[in-house]
C-alpha cells in the first residue's frame, strides 16, 4: 500500500471515530457503584455524539471539586458541565456563567416530570440551568429488628416517646441505641430529622428554611434541643468522628438498634447482603411520616462560547434525565429516580416506599430541602447554623443557649 494511500485511509478512521466536540464534565463521583453509573452516562452521550472528557475530583464530599471549579470559572475556562446542587446553582447564576438550557428542558417536559419544589433549584431566573440526577431522602431511620426483639421490643416506634422507650430498653440490654458519627454533618442530619419530628412540616418551613426568628426563638425550638439532648444519651462514647458507614455497620452487625442517616446507608446494607424488611428496615424517623426531606445531585451546565459544545450539553442534559439512566444510576446509589416515568420494576422495597412517599408528599407540601445537605440555605449560613448544633452535641451547652445561639447564627451572610 502507498504511503498517500494508508495515510487517507488512517485519516478517515479518525474522521470516523472523532466527536464533534468533547463533553468536559466535572464531578466527585469515584466509589465503585458512582464511577460505573458515570460510566453509563459516558456511553448515552458518546451514542448522542459526543465525546466525554473527565474531570474527577475525589475527596471532602465535593469541597475538592468546588474549589477546582472556582479555579476554572475564575480563569475563564469553565468545563461544560459540574456537580452542583442547592442554592450554589443560585450563586453561580448571580456570577453570569450558567447556561440556558431550555432546549432540553422544554422538548422534555421537565415541568411535567419532576416535583415542582426540584424543579425551581434547578432553574435561575425561571430558565433551566442544571440537570437533576436522582433523590436522596434523609429523614430515613434504619433499624435492626433483631436487635430490637432482644431487647423485647414490640414494634418500631414512630413517636419519639416510643422511640425513647425503645431506646432505653436496648440500653438495658446491653445494647447500643444510636449508632452515630460524631461529625458535624451527621450531627446536623440528626437535628433537621429531629426538628422536623418535633415541630412538623410547617415549623421546619418557617424555622430552617425562612429562618425565621419567630420560630427560631420559639418554645418549640427548646423542645428540639431538649429531644436532641436526649438522643446523645443513647449515643455510645466512641462516636466522636466516627464516619457514616461506620455506623451503619454497626446496624447492620447488631451491634446498634438505630441509625439516623439518608439513603445512601442503604448501600452499606446492600453491600453486607441484607435484605430490606428482613434484616433491616427502613422507616421515617419518629413523626416525619408525613414528611420528606430531600438531597438531589444535580449538574448545572456552564456557558460555552463553541456551538457544537452547547449541543454537547443539551446532548448531556438529555442523558441525565433519559429513564433509561435514571434507572441504572439510582439502583447503583440507593437514591431514587428524580422524574416520573421510571420503571420501579428492579427497585426494592425502601425504594418503592421513598418513591410512593415522594409522590404523596410533593402533593401535600412535606416534600423539603435538607438543610444538612446543602440544599436550603447559602454556604456560610448552613456553616453558622452547624457549627452551633456540633457545640450542643459536643458540649453541656442547655437548649436555651442552643436557641440563642442558632437565632444569631442564622443571621449569618
Known sequence: MKLKELVMMTALACAGSAFATDVEVLHYWTSGGEAKSVGQLQIMVKE?????????VAGGAGENAATALKARVISGNPPTAAQIKGPSIQEWGQEGVLANIDDAAIPGKWDAVLPKVVAD????????VAAPVNVHRVNWMWVNPEVLKKAGVVGTPTTWDAFFDAAEKIKKSGGIAIAHGGQPWQDATVFETVALGVGGTEFYKKAILKLDQKELTSPTMVKVFDTLGKVKTYIDKDAAG????????MVI???????????????EFSAAGKVPGKDYLCVAAPGTDKAYTFNVDSFAMFTQKDADA??????LANAIM???FQSIFNLNKGSIPVRSGVSRAKFDECAIKSMDDMDSTNKNGGLLPSFAHG??????????VTDVIAKFMNSNMSSK??????AKAAKTK
Do not use: C, E, S
Not at 48 to 56: I, L, N, P, S, T
Not at 401 to 406: C, G, N, P, R
Open 48 to 56: 448522542a455524539g459526543f465525546g466525554w472528557k473527565d474531570f474527577a
Open 401 to 406: 443557649d442552643a436557641v440563642a445561639a442558632l
Open 310 to 315: 452547547k449541543k454537547g450539553q443539551i446532548a
Open 242 to 249: 466516627r464516619d457514616w458507614n461506620l455506623a451503619t455497620a
Open 121 to 128: 433549584i434547578m432553574k435561575y431566573k425561571g430558565h433551566y
Open 253 to 267: 452487625n447488631g451491634k446498634a438498634g438505630f441509625q439516623f442517616m439518608g439513603d445512601w446507608a442503604k448501600g
Open 375 to 384: 440544599m436550603a440555605l447559602p454556604t456560610a449560613t448552613q456553616g453558622a
Open 322 to 324: 433519559d429513564p433509561k
